[in-house]
Structure formats: structure tokens, C-alpha cells
């Protein structure tokens, strides 16, 4: 302590406490303030060093600590204990008053977990720093059950136990991480079972503490070498059966929070069924013991068979099925009359063809038949109308014959045609001349018409009518 002081260490940031030996009333002291002042030439007194160390020390306030008793001895009025980490390989040895003891219900014992009130104090004329234990109290299985859910709770609202977060295990890991105790019980329950479900399958097992002040570090330590493998598929943490103070270690926040930052998927199997520590709400798969685990990580190679045969009989009996439908179907369609006499379909057009083509021919001769009729019926009515046919009825066209022996004018009563004229009288068949006599009309313009004579308009043409024919 002398040696840490000297070098600046804590006490040296005490300012110096005048001391009875220090010098007279009124007189200013020549020892150095601090100790980072002094020197070979001018050192402390070892007394002045152990009062500000006693004073620094008995500053510091009481606390509750917990650990595990591995040593107890009664001298007396007085007792001497030695407490552990719980987790770690650090003890730290502390006194009591022997009544502090006897007030427990039940007396403690070496193994036993506790709470301690202890403050630290320094002997001043010894120069050694001594643990006053003030209280002590044994840790019962209620108050770790307790402090087992509160963490539980705490870790499930942070999320670490959400279903998003687990991974799922390959359907057939190559290789699997084993985490578990030496030459254990669990370690040959999964190697075995694991065995007679996969015969292929290769472990790399790392032993370690599960139980004790080691066991959190050890495990932590082999998770995160394994996770680094990337070879490693899965990793199984394995432990058999215990007490809860045994199985605390897979409660461990550490370990719980190594388990969730872990890129590999890992299963939890850890004691019994009734067994049930953080680490397996933590983990992507509990099992509910080592031999759980081991069939819920690996296939079973008898049952894969089995699954193997029966895919390749479904799969026979369908191509089966589906040989069966199309050659039915390959019959069905050889027996239809397009494929079994092709040459119908070209004789069935055929015939349609030719019958489409006397349909057409017969259209075509009966138009041209009507059409004949027709004309020849247009013919008749033409003919009819003719002012020819008018004449070979036997009458005449009576015209005034011109200078030329021409008729011109068609003579439409007598006053056309006065005594002396010459006329041209156009027949059936040709013409002849001749001369008017005179004449007067006889029943007017539109009266009946003289014995032989017909009126114009009266079964012929009128004049004008023949004159252009």
C-alpha cells in the first residue's frame, strides 16, 4: 500500500491532516501536501499514511454482496469466513461477531449461498484492510426463483425471446457442436441416440464445467468457438438432471445474451422436464432432455427409408396412372373415324364440294332460263306495241306524198288531203301511191269512225305514233 501511495496512487488525492506530531500550535508543517510531493528527502511518517488510508477507507458506504461460503471458523466471540463468486474464480475472506451467526434459523454451512452487509475497515496498527460482515442471510430457493423470473421478465421485454428472432435447425446438419459436462451422462445420451438415428452423423464436442463458479465462462467460451465454425450446423448445450442451484448457471444473463447474439442455431437441453432455465426460452429449440435433443436434431435413417419407398411406390403408381390415361386416351382417339379412315374427311368434302358445285351450275342455268324467258317476253310485248304490227292488221299510214313521191305529213282527216293531193299510203309490206279525191269528215274529230276506217288510238298507233316507226 505504501508502495502504491508513494507512486500517486488513491490516498495521494487526500489533502494533509495536521497530525499530533506535526509540529507545535502555531507552527506550519514542512511535510509534503499530497503524496505524489513527497521524496526520498522529504517522506511521509507511516503514520500519516495509514490515518488518510483509514480515513479513505471507512469512507466507503456498506454493501450487499452475494457469494458462496467455502470456508467458516469460529474463534470465540469472533468468526472468519471466506465467500466466492458465484460466477467467477474470486474470493474474499471477511469477519464477524459469532451473534451475527446465531441469529440465523438455520446455521450456515460451507456451500451455502448468502447475502453479506460488509463494510470495509483498515487496522490501523497492523496496516491490514479486514471485511466486517454486519448481517448475513442464506439465499433460500424462493429468493433464486424469484431473482430467476425478474431477470426472465426483464430479458423477454428487451425482445431476446421473441419467436423472429429463433432460427430454424437444418433439416440434416452435417455436423453438429456439443456443449457439456465431462464424460457426462447427457453427452453419451445425444451421441448415442443421435447415433442410432444417423449413423453419418460427426460431432465436435467440447467439454466443459456445468456446474460451479467456471461453468458460465467455460460454456460461453466453447458457444462462441463453435458459432465461429463454419462448419459447425448446430449447436447442442446438454446437462442431466439437478438441484436448481446446480442448473443456475443456464440462467445466467451472460450466457443468455451469448445464446442470442450466437449466428447458429442452438438447443437447449438442460435437465428434466420440470426443468426449466432461461437458457431454453432463450434458445431456437428446447428439448426436454438430451435424449429429446438428439432425436430433434437429427432424421431418423429408418423412418427416412420408410418415407423414401413410399415417395418412389407413389411415384411408380402415378406414372402408372398416367401411362394407363394417356394410352386410353391414344385408343380413344386411334378409334375416331377422322383417324381411322383420314380418306373420309376428303370424300365427305368432296361430295359437299361437287354438290355445292351443281347447286351453282343449277342456279346459274335457271337465272339464265328466267332471263331468257324474260326477254323473250319483253320481245313479245315490244313487238306487240309496234306500229309494224299495226299495219300486218291490215291497216295504213296516209301520208302527203312530196315532190319527191316522199310522204311527209301523216293525213289525220280530210281536210289534209283536199282533191287532187297526192298521197303516200305506207302497208304492211311496202308502199303505194295515190291521189285524194276529196272527202268531208264524218262523226267529228273524236266520233265514230267511217265503215273500214278505225280511229286512231283504236287498236294503232296514232299518226304521229307512226310516222316515227
Do not use: C
Not at 26 to 49: F, I, K, Y
Request: proline share 6%; glycine share 8%; charged share 25%.
Amino acid at each position: 500500500m505504501s508502495h502504491d501511495a508513494a507512486h500517486g496512487g488513491t490516498p495521494a488525492a487526500f489533502p494533509l491532516a495536521a497530525s499530533p506530531e506535526a509540529g507545535s500550535e502555531g507552527t506550519e508543517s514542512t511535510l509534503p501536501a499530497t503524496a505524489a510531493e513527497t521524496s526520498p528527502d522529504n517522506p511521509w511518517p507511516l503514520q500519516l499514511l495509514s490515518r488518510k488510508l483509514k480515513v479513505h477507507i471507512e469512507r466507503a458506504p456498506a454493501a450487499w454482496i452475494e457469494g458462496q461460503v467455502i470456508e467458516l471458523n469460529r474463534r470465540g466471540s469472533s468468526a472468519f469466513v471466506t465467500l466466492r463468486d458465484t460466477d467467477a474464480e474470486i474470493s474474499l475472506p471477511a469477519s464477524l461477531w459469532s451473534n451475527v451467526l446465531d441469529r440465523q434459523k438455520v446455521p450456515l454451512e460451507r456451500g451455502s449461498r448468502v447475502v453479506a452487509l460488509v463494510k470495509p475497515e483498515f487496522w490501523l496498527k497492523t496496516g491490514r484492510l479486514n471485511m466486517s460482515v454486519k448481517d448475513i442471510r442464506p439465499v433460500g430457493l424462493g429468493d433464486l426463483l424469484a431473482r430467476i423470473e425478474r431477470l426472465r421478465q426483464a430479458l423477454g421485454a428487451e425482445g431476446l425471446f421473441s419467436d423472429s428472432r429463433k432460427k430454424r435447425l437444418p433439416l440434416l446438419p452435417h455436423r453438429i457442436g456439443l456443449i457439456t459436462g465431462r464424460d457426462s451422462d447427457a453427452k453419451k445420451d445425444v451421441l448415442r441416440n443421435a447415433a442410432l438415428r444417423w449413423p453419418a452423423v460427426e460431432f465436435d464436442v467440447r467439454e466443459v464445467a456445468v456446474q460451479g463458479v467456471s461453468a458460465v465462462n467455460q460454456i460461453v467460451a466453447a458457444l462462441k468457438a463453435l458459432d465461429a465454425d463454419p462448419h459447425i450446423d448446430v449447436i447442442v448445450i446438454a446437462r442431466g438432471g439437478g438441484a436448481l442451484e446446480d442448473l443456475l448457471p443456464f440462467s445466467n444473463e451472460a450466457l443468455v445474451r451469448a445464446v442470442s447474439a450466437a449466428a447458429t442455431p442452438v438447443v437447449s437441453a438442460i435437465g428434466h422436464e420440470a426443468d426449466h432455465p432461461i437458457l431454453d426460452d432463450v434458445a431456437d429449440l428446447r428439448a426436454s432432455t438430451p435424449t429429446d435433443a438428439a432425436k430433434r436434431i437429427v432424421p431418423d435413417v429408418a423412418e427416412e427409408f420408410a418415407r423414401v419407398r413410399q415417395a418412389r411406390e407413389h411415384l411408380h403408381r402415378s406414372v402408372g396412372r398416367l401411362v394407363d390415361r394417356e394410352t386410353d386416351r391414344l385408343h380413344a382417339l386411334r378409334s375416331r373415324p377422322v383417324l381411322a379412315s383420314p380418306e373420309r374427311m376428303l370424300t365427305a368434302r368432296e361430295e359437299d364440294v361437287e354438290r355445292l358445285r351443281k347447286h351453282a351450275h343449277n342456279a346459274v342455268n335457271s337465272a339464265v332460263v328466267r332471263a331468257l324467258d324474260q326477254v323473250r317476253h319483253l320481245r313479245a310485248q315490244v313487238r306487240a306495241l309496234s306500229p309494224q304490227k299495226t299495219l300486218d292488221r291490215g291497216y295504213a299510214v296516209v301520208q302527203v306524198a312530196g315532190a319527191d313521191g316522199v310522204g311527209h305529213d301523216v293525213v289525220r282527216n280530210p281536210g289534209q288531203a283536199p282533191e287532187g293531193t297526192h298521197l303516200s299510203v305506207r302497208l304492211a309490206e311496202g308502199r303505194l301511191g295515190a291521189v285524194s279525191t276529196g272527202g268531208a269528215a264524218s262523226g267529228g274529230e273524236h266520233g265514230e269512225a267511217a265503215p273500214g276506217r278505225e280511229r286512231p288510238g283504236a287498236g294503232q298507233p296514232s299518226t304521229h305514233q307512226q310516222n316515227k316507226d
